[in-house]
């Protein structure tokens, strides 16, 4: 076992005392979801209710010989069923992708020598030297350490680095920025923290959707209403005097009749041009059904770093003895502006001299963008990387400044001390000594000689920009070539600066326009509880009834209807708030981009992951924004509801069809009309008015105020804010119309049953013009849709015209002013729709 000698030399494990822990405690790899077999898959798939009823419907289609009508029905369910079984291995994908987070070798001592292992073969005990760029393979208790800096941002959604001294524990997964240390090993695997995340994403499974849930009910309910009524006409026959075999056919015609078995088609349709506008927009659906759960998301729990801020640290306020400024610029670039007042200036020699010590004490560097990156990198401590931009967006060559004032001497930052000390050579023979760090380890005596109002300004200033949520430096210098970098004493104070994430551009208005759309907003991070404030302030989330809870002293999952900002939460508190906000009913979207926001993702309605995060957040995501734009969600939000508007679209259209069949069936006879259609005829109307049209209708464009109303009610059926009456009215409308032409057509010993055929289906398609969107003026129309109108509408006609058509549906020639007075009067079922919606607006 590991053994510490008289000088505290740790020697590591035996070779043979680490092959028994590791047969004790198992590999260092985190925990996998047990495979799931293709059959059990495709069986899970086969049981929903939505394609249980489609496989009804092919059974029948195959009982009356309608091969057409069942291939189509049974490559529904096979792409159905093929997209399910595919979206089932995310959580696999996500566990793989933590397995190449995890660092895949790790240097340790093995029999007092040093060696370099595979990470999974660490074991509790083992003694592990880290560095600048090390991956932390496992757990670790830190024995030494020095100018150990730590990037665990993925894990705890802390931007900042972290420092971190012996006695400390570093966590699996985190990025060493800056330093070095030797630790032991006290967790390995699926005890480590990133073994606890990836337990979390194995345990956490995404429910159905809001839409699966409403086609799921309403697939039983449609079928339990048509096989009912479709028997009541049945008896109807019988006692009509009407033979068995045909009354069987007939009731089996109207049960397909009524059941809108082109439902998944229009559906899938939907959901994939869906799928296909967002990825244009730099939104890639993982999930096809998430498309249109967005449309019903009533709240988005938000990750600050790299999501609502760009996850890079920035100086965004200096200020010196009489003025404050504020700093804006891209990423880690080198350019931007300075401002006071909200003017742009340009910098007085007193912001450049706390520009140039800022610059000159720092270790960091920035790298130009070169073919693998787009944009300026830090190389180094991210605080320091900010400084130096901050340099250069004060207007100074940051290599020149460097070979002006060549270092001589330096004493490292010092946890204890909290400070950094540099000393320098200038031009013609000057020295320049610089001292940065905590202001109150810099802004005292006798590290600083200053009137006592200097003191107070910059001590006040600080306390002011730290309540903002930034972290403060202070700097100071002097010209003195005596001054001992690790005591020193008489500088002059040059100001301070504040360093944070700053909010990605534009963040407060996609705020206000989620606002605008019904949506909450709420921000859960990791970060600290003022950090996380500020932000809340910024992008205007804190009414004056919302709370901020801190996940060190509150239970985050409590009360969530009037919590805004979740600050210092831990992933399984994460999931807490999204089972307390589903609980309530809410829809729940989670933005993220790190490891800690993998479980949270998998147990939301929709996660939504940031192109630019960790892989692990990716897999486990529903949706992957490749921009890391939150405004991208807004525009998906829009789709999802126009997705689902179609779909209701559809079913008022196709619903309205199915309930005029049967409601003429039921009543045809006692007007005299003894058997209203024949089986063929039903099925031949239901395959040219569900066919094409149906299909179209999803692809109708978005209305006018599709992001100025609340989010539908995830408890409100597909069928609910009135679309069921408007489905009966259109229904009773169709009816009327069709058997008050058959009536008129039998008085005067016309072919009143091809009448009622033909009217019949071309009212039903005047519906469907009547239910298109009410969309933006001058916005894309949907020309498909009145194609497929046209095209169905000839079909209907064919079916009178074409002689083989004529024997195979029982119909009879028309003369060419009878199918104009059929088509005449077809319309009216359609206008009045219509007049029905602009009435209601």
């Avoid at 020095?146 to 997964?173: I, Q």
């Amino acid at each position: 076992m590991t053994t510490t000698d008289a000088g505290q030399r740790l020697t590591g494990l035996s070779s043979g005392a680490a092959v028994e822990l590791l047969r004790v405690h198992g590999p260092n790899a985190v925990a996998r979801p047990r495979p799931k077999r293709l059959a059990g898959r495709v069986l899970h798939q086969l049981t929903d209710p939505l394609v249980a009823l489609l496989l009804a419907a092919a059974v029948v289609t195959t009982v009356l010989r309608d091969v057409a009508d069942t291939l189509v029905i049974l490559l529904v369910v096979l792409v159905n069923t093929a997209i399910g079984v595919v979206q089932e291995v995310r959580a696999d994908r996500a566990i793989a992708a933590l397995d190449r987070l995890a660092a895949p070798t790790a240097r340790v001592v093995r029999d007092g020598s040093d060696a370099v292992i595979p990470a999974a073969d660490l074991v509790p005990g083992d003694l592990v030297h880290l560095e600048a760029g090390d991956i932390v393979p496992a757990d670790l208790r830190l024995h030494t350490a020095f100018r150990l800096r730590a990037d665990e941002s993925a894990l705890t959604g802390e931007s900042a680095p972290v420092t971190h001294e012996a006695g400390d524990e570093s966590h699996a997964g985190t990025v060493v920025v800056t330093g070095r240390a030797t630790g032991l090993v006290v967790r390995t695997g699926p005890s480590s923290a990133l073994g606890r995340i990836a337990a979390l994403v194995v345990g956490t499974r995404s429910g159905p959707t809001p839409l699966q849930r409403r086609l799921g009910r309403l697939s039983r309910v449609l079928g339990l209403t048509a096989v009912i009524l479709s028997a009541v006409v049945f008896v109807l026959g019988l006692l009509a005097g009407r033979e068995l075999v045909m009354m069987a056919v007939t009731a089996v015609s109207l049960v397909v009749a009524a059941v809108p078995e082109s439902l998944p088609a229009v559906v899938t349709l939907a959901l994939a041009l869906g799928a296909s506008r967002m990825a244009q927009a730099q939104a890639i659906p993982r999930r096809l059904h998430a498309v249109e759960t967005l449309g019903s998301v009533t709240v988005i729990a938000s990750d600050k770093t790299g999501t609502l801020t760009e996850g890079r640290m920035a100086v965004q306020a200096a200020a010196v003895a009489d003025a404050n400024f504020s700093v804006a610029g891209p990423g880690y670039a080198p350019q931007g502006r300075v401002q006071r007042d909200d003017q742009p200036i340009e910098p007085p020699a007193s912001l450049l001299e706390l520009a140039r010590a800022s610059l000159l004490c720092n270790d960091a560097a920035l790298v130009a963008p070169d073919a693998d990156h787009s944009e300026w990198t830090a190389v180094g401590d991210p605080l320091e990387a900010a400084l130096v931009a901050f340099a250069g967006r004060c207007g100074l060559d940051v290599d020149a400044e460097r070979d002006r004032h060549p270092r001589t001497a330096e004493h490292p930052f010092d946890q204890a001390q909290r400070r950094m000390v540099t000393a320098h050579h200038g031009p013609g023979g000057t020295h320049l000594v610089v001292c940065k760090g905590a202001p109150e380890a810099v802004l005292r005596e006798p590290v600083v000689a200053a009137a006592p109002d200097t003191f107070a300004a910059l001590r006040a200033v600080s306390a002011e920009l730290a309540a903002d949520g930034l972290r403060v430096l202070a700097v100071a210098a002097a010209d003195d070539p005596a001054i001992d970098v690790t005591d020193p004493v008489g500088l002059r104070p040059l100001g301070v600066v504040g360093i944070g994430d700053p909010l990605r551009s534009g963040a407060p208005d996609i705020a206000a326009t989620f606002a605008a759309a019904g949506v909450r907003l709420i921000l859960v991070t990791g970060d600290h509880p003022a950090t996380a404030t500020a932000i809340g302030d910024r992008l205007g989330l804190l009414g004056p009834h919302d709370r901020v809870v801190n996940g060190d002293t509150g239970a985050p999952g409590d009360d969530p209807e009037h919590v805004r900002v979740y600050a210092r939460t831990q992933p399984e508190q994460k999931l807490d708030i999204i089972a307390a906000l589903q609980q309530r009913g809410h829809v729940v979207a989670m933005t993220g981009d790190g490891v800690n926001d993998a479980p949270a993702l998998r147990q939301a309605d929709i996660g939504v992951a940031m192109g630019g995060g960790t892989e692990v957040a990716r897999q486990a995501a529903d949706l992957v924004l490749v921009d890391d734009n939150l405004a991208t969600v807004a525009h998906a939000i829009g789709e999802g509801r126009r997705i689902y508007d179609n779909i209701r679209r559809f079913l008022r259209y196709a619903l309205s069809g199915g309930a005029a069949e049967i409601f003429i069936m039921l009543t045809g006879p006692f007007l005299g009309l003894a058997v209203p259609l024949l089986p063929a005829q039903i099925l031949w109307v239901n395959l040219i008015t569900h066919g094409l049209p149906g299909v179209a209708l999803g692809a109708e464009p978005a209305a006018a105020d599709v992001m100025r109303r609340p989010p539908r009610s995830p408890q409100e059926s597909v069928l609910g804010d009135g679309l069921l009456r408007d489905i009966l009215l259109g229904g009773l409308a169709i009816t009327v119309t069709v058997l008050g032409s058959g009536v008129v057509a039998h008085s005067q010993g016309r072919p009143w049953q091809t009448v009622v055929f033909v009217v019949l289906g071309l009212a039903q398609l005047g519906v469907a013009m009547a239910v298109r969107s009410r969309r933006v003026r001058g916005g894309p129309g949907n020309p498909a849709l009145i194609a497929a109108v046209v095209i169905s509408a000839v079909l209907q006609i064919a079916g009178v015209l074409v002689p083989v058509l004529r024997e195979l549906l029982g119909t009879e020639a028309l003369t060419a002013a009878e199918l104009l007075a059929c088509a005449a009067v077809s319309v009216l079922p359609g206008i009045g729709l219509r007049l029905q919606r602009h009435l209601r607006w």
